[in-house]
Structure formats: C-alpha cells, structure tokens
C-alpha cells in the first residue's frame, strides 16, 4: 500500500519556525561555500597570477591568465567525485553530516590559501600547494549542493517548490555580494601595493569566521524535527552509482545540458569581467568591483523570481524565457562594457543577472523531480558537477583565449549564445517536471 508523502502535498514544514530552518540551514551553507569559491575566483583575475605563477607571467602574461583562469577550472573536475562520495555517503551517514563535513572542507581549504606562501617565498611549490587546495574546494562544492537542494524542496508544499529550492540557489548572489563586497571595500582601504602584499588573503582567512556561524546554524537545523524526519527516511534515498547510470542516465545528460549555459554566462560574470574591465580595458578597480556588487543583488532578486515563477507557469518556461534573455543580451551587454563607462557597464551586467536568476532559481525544483527518490542525492548532484565542469570550469579560459585570438568581445558573446542553445535543448527534452511526485516515504 503507498501512502502519500509529506513532502507530496500541501503541508510542508510542521510550522513556520521549522520553514525557517530549513531555509535557513540551506541556504548558510551554499552562501558561505561560494563565497570561499567567489575569492578565489575573483583575485585569479586579477593577482593571483603575478603571485604564483611568476615566470609565467612576466615571459607571456597573456598565457599566464588563461592559466590562472584555468586554476578556477581544476577544481571542477574534482566536482562530480565530491557529488559521488557525497551522495554515497550522504544516504548512509545523513545528509547533514555530510553538509557539514563540505562546509568545513571547504572552510579549511579556503583558510589554508590565505596562509600560503608565494612563488618569490617557496618557488614551484606555491602553485603545486595551490592546485591541491583548490581539488579540496572542488570536492566539498561537489558534494555541497545536491544535499541543501533536496533539504529544500523535499520539505517544501507541492505548489512551491520552486521558491523553496530557490533558497539554495541564491547562496551563490549573496555569496557574491560577500566576496566582492569585502574586495570592494579592501580595494578601496588600502593601497595597490599593500593590497597585493598582504591584504588579498584577508578574505581568506575570514572564511574561518564564516564557517564557525555557518557549523552554528546547520546543527540547530539538524536538531528540528523535519530534519530527523529526513535522517529516518535516508535507507530509502541510498543511490547508488552503477543503478544511476544503468537505469537513469538519460536525466543525468539532461541536468547536464540545462546548466552549462548559467554556469558558463555565470563565471563571466564572477571571473571574467572584472578581470577583463580592470586590466583590459584599465577601468579602476573600486568602482567595478562596486558594479559587480550591485549585479549581485540583481542575480539574488531574479533567482528568487525564477523560483516563484516556475510555480506558477513551469519549470519549462521559465528556464527558456532566461536561456533566451541570455542569449539575446550578450552581443549589446559587450558592447556597452567595451565603452568603459561605468555606468554602461554596471547596466550591461545587471541586466545579464534577470536571464541568469531566471535560469538558475528554478533548477533545484527541476532537478528533483526528474529522479526517483532511490537515485536522487547522487543523481541532481553528478548532473549538476558535469555541467558546471562542460559550463563554467574553463569558461573564463576560453573567453581570455577568444579574445586574444579574436581581438573581438562578440566572439564570447556567440560562445555563450551556443551554449544557451544547447542549454535549452536540454530543458526541452526534459519536459515539465512541475507537480510531478517525490514520493520520499512509501509504505
């Protein structure tokens, strides 16, 4: 006999305060995970260079970027053996503990940077260190999203799954908002040169802060109710990998091809454009970093109403009206960012955020519902690494490379236009997800 679930009807959460904490225990965890991402990424386009890879950069400082690009790309190859073990383990230890353990993982790692020492201090050893650092973010980012993804659209009313699952994904804006806010405000403290001597690892070392509050507020997460519900269910959600791909790779490519295109147009947005508007195009690096703080905020809003509207008209649909709002902005958004001005260039990347929220806060929601419950951790979480790995892991090399071999912004512009293609492919194909059922607990 099967009984519906709770998580198959209207009731979600026994009460607004455990809502709260849901939502809450999701979301500190995806923020503070991308904001030690975001630090990194940031600086790679803009110091890191010079730092660790030294020779490189004064014999070829244009190979050298694209290298210092690729180091963003390394770890997400470590992504989907992260999302393995994670789901592995996750359906054995609970999907807390496993949260917990990619927090400070990732806490760790992103500290360690901060203490490390240079290519002037130690020589080749420093980028070795560096490489084997970012692997250690890589894995715990892996193993991170899939669990806070189903924490909340698994406790979420049928009818909002999408702004529920959304809560998780705007950990990714406020991450950003985080880190740019902080290289914002360091960039604007402090001279260039005691900036590059020492203040670039305060972020880092900050991380340490963040992941005290963040370990804080997840244990009282996993001490409600809905969460020891989620701990009794967990021999019901073991997934594992040689089921996945005999039974379920078909959604595994799907999720894949849905997220290439935000996470590519995404690292752009984190990596890539201040890199290129602050050393390209020798705009100041306050103000951009401010610009790109107030994008954040955009990203934040439109992922939350990607969330909602998918609600309301589907998963479908709002996955394609963002894919072509991306793909319809990206030849004039370079256009006004080749002006230089900052005001042009603030819009030209807000703009971007209203294509990426709408494309990205329906994703959770979407991704849950394509897989069974046996298959599910393991099943969103390795889609989800391979299409970060084929999107953003070398997106910002591939764009460095472009314009050095093009001498033309446009030609990233088209790079991300076919991706968006592919990307909405991918949600075609899938079909609409909206009310299917996720049937946790069957009796």
Request: hydrophobic share 55%.
């Amino acid at each position: 006999m099967t009984a519906t679930s709770s998580v198959d009807s209207e009731t979600g959460p026994s009460s607004k305060h455990e809502e709260r904490k849901v939502l809450a225990g999701t979301l500190v965890g995806t923020t503070i995970e991308w904001y030690d991402f975001f630090i990194f990424a940031q600086l790679t386009g803009t110091l890191l260079s010079p730092l660790f890879l030294t020779p490189l950069q004064q014999a070829n400082p244009g190979l050298a970027q694209i290298l210092s690009f690729a180091l963003i790309g390394i770890s997400f190859l470590f992504r989907p053996l992260g999302a393995v073990i994670a789901g592995h383990l996750g359906d054995k230890l609970g999907r807390k503990a496993m949260l917990v353990f990619t927090l400070v993982m990732m806490g760790a790692a992103t500290a360690l940077i901060g203490i490390l020492p240079t290519y002037s201090q130690i020589g080749v050893l420093a980028p070795i260190l560096l490489i084997i650092l970012r692997i250690l973010q890589g894995f715990s980012a892996g193993g991170e999203w899939g669990g806070a993804a189903l924490m909340a659209v698994e406790h979420a009313p049928m009818s909002k799954r999408g702004i529920f699952g959304a809560y998780p994904q705007i950990g990714v804006p406020i991450g950003m908002i985080l880190a740019t806010g902080l290289l914002f405000f360091l960039n604007s403290s402090m001279s260039r040169d005691d900036f590059a001597a020492w203040g670039w690892r305060v972020p880092f070392l900050l991380s340490i802060v963040l992941i005290v509050v963040g370990y804080l507020i997840r244990r009282a997460v996993a001490e409600s109710p809905v969460f020891q519900e989620m701990a009794a269910r967990k021999a019901e959600s073991r997934a594992p990998l040689g089921e996945l791909l005999r039974k379920h790779k078909t959604p595994v490519v799907y999720t894949t091809m849905i997220f290439i295109a935000n996470n590519a147009a995404g690292y752009l947005l984190i990596a890539f454009f201040i890199s290129y508007a602050t050393r390209a195009l020798q705009m100041p690096a306050p103000p951009v970093l401010l610009a790109t703080t107030l994008a954040s905020f955009g990203w934040l809003i439109f992922t939350l109403a990607g969330g909602w509207l998918s609600d309301r008209i589907g998963r479908v649909k709002t996955f394609l009206t963002g894919y072509a709002i991306i793909f319809a902005w990206m030849i004039p958004m370079f256009a006004l960012i080749d002006t230089k001005d900052i005001l042009l260039y603030g819009v030209a990347i807000f703009v971007l955020t209203i294509g990426l929220g709408l494309s990205y806060g329906p994703m959770s929601a979407m991704y849950a519902e394509m897989f069974p419950a046996n298959v599910r951790y393991s099943g969103i979480s390795i889609g989800y690494a391979f299409g970060a790995i084929l999107g953003g892991a070398f997106a910002s090399s591939i764009a460095e490379w472009l314009l050095l071999t093009t001498r033309w912004t446009g030609s990233i512009g088209i790079y991300i236009m076919i991706l968006c293609v592919i990307s909405s492919i991918g949600v075609i194909l899938a079909k609409e997800t909206k009310g299917n059922l996720l049937g946790i607990s069957r009796h």
